[in-house]
């Protein structure tokens, strides 16, 4: 092979994807096509780089390393409710393949392999997802799950809908009471156990004994189950709820362009006790790429972005992937502020989630859920995950980690923080610091 510029940047992203082995005249292969592409591209555009035609060959190749199966976007569905709104484009279902690049960024795609790796090793888990996305755009620029057997890395976990999503349901709860003008941060309330609505008792975590009489603000920063499901049940109400779930996505397929994605299930809230309990994340069936989207929505002012793994070569509107308006965008940043509290205040649930660069500041929920069995009994076994972005006050990357019934360092009280929060942090400040030199 000639040492041609592409031909090197060929073989930098081979390096980087080090389980892919392909011979020589694949390798020429896949440079004369990048050079087509680069031809096509620059005939078209007139000012398309190579650059913009090699980042599509290394989101390619990500995708062959990652063995998943990717749908054209003329195959991806829509998610209900995305019809595109006034003023509002979509990328043509028939547009030809040269148009069409993937987001997945290829540097970023090795933080989220590296993760997966570690933590896999490190917990041995059932599954591990891990997700990385412009809550801007809606692009996924990293995305990854491995099950029981190493050698596999696939899309399965970020596809597949799990019960009890927990903080994607905490909150879009929290938005909602704000939109509506139902949460006073000031308000006391009792915390501990909640025994106001038929059936067992709702309990804080710390099995039910709470923090005394405090503030709903304080509630929310402990993620206090007795603050969420009175928030719900006695503020917002059945109809409420349902609305901003179906408002947020779940119970819909996302259309993020990936094979075999599930829509999920809402939570069931025909009682009241199972309104309230959907308030602190226990019901339904959420995928981790609806809670991306959800959180991400939060993240960038109220938009619901349809999560993507393809876009059209030099195409820059972000409003092409707008969903809708799910909440103002006073009530997003309010919903920021607070979730930045939770990592960054003495009392907040996810301390463990800041940075070790101050620059950046994280908005985030961390969630640890025990998985029950089909009537309804405590399992011992667990999912752990957590959901954040930053800067908190211009995110420019939003993470998700996922792991299902990890075997090891539990059930310790603060394991969740070695179980999700060292990747977290990893993977966060490497992209953020890999988009600042991009």
């Known amino acids: 092979m000639t040492s041609s510029s592409e031909e090197k940047e060929i073989s930098r992203l081979l390096q980087s994807f080090p389980r892919l082995s392909m011979e020589e005249d694949k390798q020429r292969d896949i440079i004369r096509q990048l050079r087509q592409d680069k031809a096509l591209l620059e005939k078209r555009k007139g000012r398309t780089t ?17 063995a998943s199966p990717f ?19 979509r990328p043509a279902a028939g547009a030809a393949e040269t148009d069409l690049v993937l987001t997945i960024d290829s540097q970023i795609q090795s933080y989220v392999e590296k993760a997966l790796a570690q933590t896999h090793e490190a917990v041995r888990p059932k599954s591990v997802t891990v997700i990385v996305a412009d ?6 620029l990293g995305i990854g799950s491995r099950g029981k057997d190493e050698s596999e890395s696939r899309f399965d976990g970020a596809v597949k ?6 903080a994607a ?15 006073d941060p000031r308000e006391i309330y009792e915390s501990g156990t909640y025994t106001d609505i038929p059936g067992e008792p709702i309990k804080d975590f710390n099995n039910g004994i709470g923090w005394g009489k405090i503030t709903y603000l304080e509630g929310v920063l402990r993620s206090s189950n007795v603050a969420f499901a009175k928030l719900a049940h006695e503020r917002l109400q059945r109809e409420t709820m349902q609305q901003y779930l179906q ?24 009682e009241p006790r199972q309104v309230a309990l959907a308030a602190t994340g226990l019901g339904g069936a959420v995928t981790p790429l609806q809670q991306v989207a959800a959180v991400g ?5 109220g938009k619901l972005m349809q999560p993507h793994l393809f ?12 969903i809708r308006q799910v909440v103002s965008e006073e009530t997003a940043e309010k919903v920021r502020d607070i979730l930045d509290s939770v990592v960054n205040r003495v009392h907040g649930s996810g301390v463990g989630l800041r940075l070790a660069q101050e620059d950046y500041s994280v908005a985030g929920k961390p969630s640890v859920i025990e998985k029950t069995d089909q009537q309804g009994n405590a399992t011992g076994k667990y999912v752990v995950s957590v959901i954040g972005f930053a800067p908190s006050d211009d995110p420019k990357v939003l993470v998700y980690i996922g792991v299902d019934e990890p075997q090891r360092e539990w059930p310790e009280v603060l394991s969740w923080r070695k179980i999700v929060a060292e990747p977290f942090q990893q993977v966060l400040q490497n992209s953020l610091q890999h988009i600042q030199k991009r």
Do not use: C, H
């Open 247 to 270: 408002r947020f996505g779940f119970g819909q397929k996302t259309g993020a362009g990936v094979a075999d994605e599930e829509a999920g299930q809402l939570p069931k809230l025909d």
């Open 50 to 66: 190579s650059r913009k035609a090699i980042g599509g060959i290394a989101a390619f190749l990500a995708a062959v390393w990652l």
């Open 135 to 140: 809550p801007n755009s809606g692009e996924i």
């Open 311 to 322: 876009k059209q070569a030099g195409a820059g509107e972000n409003s092409r992937y707008m």
């Open 161 to 166: 809908a799990m019960p009890d999503p927990g």
């Open 71 to 89: 749908l054209p976007p003329s195959q991806a569905p829509s998610p209900p409710g995305s019809q595109k709104t006034e003023g509002e484009s």
């Open 169 to 183: 349901y905490q909150i879009v709860t929290l938005a909602a009471a704000i939109q509506e003008g139902k949460f």
């Open 297 to 301: 929505a939060i993240a960038n002012g």
